[in-house]
């Protein structure tokens, strides 16, 4: 048996010609168009990838987006000062900052400035209230780009067990909310777990987000499981790989999301999709 490839790039481009694009066509006919900022401190090769995917898919969609470049000795005032002139901006839709920062920043500083209306990498503690609370929100780009692909593989949440390897607040805690509101059942594992392999052979659907190289492989995985690796790495050999062993679990796994092309395009499709939502609630 090998596994359906779950290609978040398809999934991810597909929806944004088919559902984002007609959204953006109407609020252009009420005379709005979402338009996206981005604030990137510092020069990091992943990070300047990233904003130019973000870009891209902008484009794709018709809204506009835009990179504010600072360098890395720029002062959390000065930044905490755009942050607010984009907060009082109406034509601004919404603002995000890249991770990584520098470290003489703030990061929660900078994120509670952040209005939350505003904040479409769902981050702002608002926002992620609301979540918690299963009310309507602008939700973390990743978890909510992670619940489409699964959905888009075929697999219903409703019953499944859903064993989440990972708590960051980014990833791990907040998609496992969100699938919780899907009526899952869900155990979340961490470095302090007790018999890892004992929970993951419980999953029907395994979502790895720990930032280790292929720390999980195929023999861990239940038969049929559906599989979303959230991790980038770039091998010594050259190449990348997730936190997931892609060749063994791809040949017990129902489905598995790859790396690179997996996540990453439908957390920019998210992002893209809470920009418009943003404009939509603007009206």
């Known amino acids: 048996m090998s596994a359906h490839i779950i290609s978040g790039k398809d999934i991810a481009e597909n929806l944004l010609d088919n559902e984002l694009s007609p959204r953006v066509e109407a609020l252009k006919a009420k005379g709005i168009t979402p338009k996206l900022i981005v604030i990137l401190i510092g020069d990091h090769a992943a990070s300047a990838s990233y904003v130019r995917q973000k870009e891209k898919f902008a484009e794709r969609a018709g809204i506009k987006a835009e990179t504010w470049r600072y360098e890395d000795d720029v002062t959390e005032t000065k930044i905490l000062d755009e ?45 992620v209230g609301q979540l918690f609370l ?19 593989s075929g697999e219903d949440f409703n019953g499944k067990h859903v064993v989440v390897v990972g708590r960051s607040n980014i990833v791990g805690k907040p998609v496992a909310i969100l699938a919780l509101n899907k009526n899952a059942t869900v155990t979340i594992c961490h470095s302090r777990t007790k018999d890892l392999d004992a929970q993951i052979a419980q999953a029907d659907i395994l979502i790895v987000a720990v930032g280790r190289p292929e720390m999980i492989n195929g023999a861990q995985i239940p038969e049929g499981c559906t599989v979303i690796d959230v991790g980038i790495h770039r091998k010594e050999g050259g190449g990348l790989c997730g936190d997931v062993h892609f060749d063994s679990a791809v040949k017990k796994a129902r489905a598995i999301s790859p790396v690179p092309g997996g996540v990453g395009p439908m957390t920019v499709f998210s992002l893209i999709e809470n920009t418009i939502e943003a404009a939509e609630k603007s009206l």
Do not use: W, Y
């Open 83 to 127: 942050i607010e002139a984009i907060n009082q901006d109406e034509s601004i839709h919404g603002v995000i900052v890249q991770l990584p920062m520098p470290k003489h920043i703030s990061i929660e500083k900078i994120l509670r400035a952040i209005k939350p209306e505003k904040d479409v990498d769902g981050f702002t503690p608002e926002n």
């Open 134 to 152: 299963g009310e309507p929100t602008l939700e973390c780009c990743t978890p909510k780009g992670i619940i489409r692909m699964i959905e888009a």
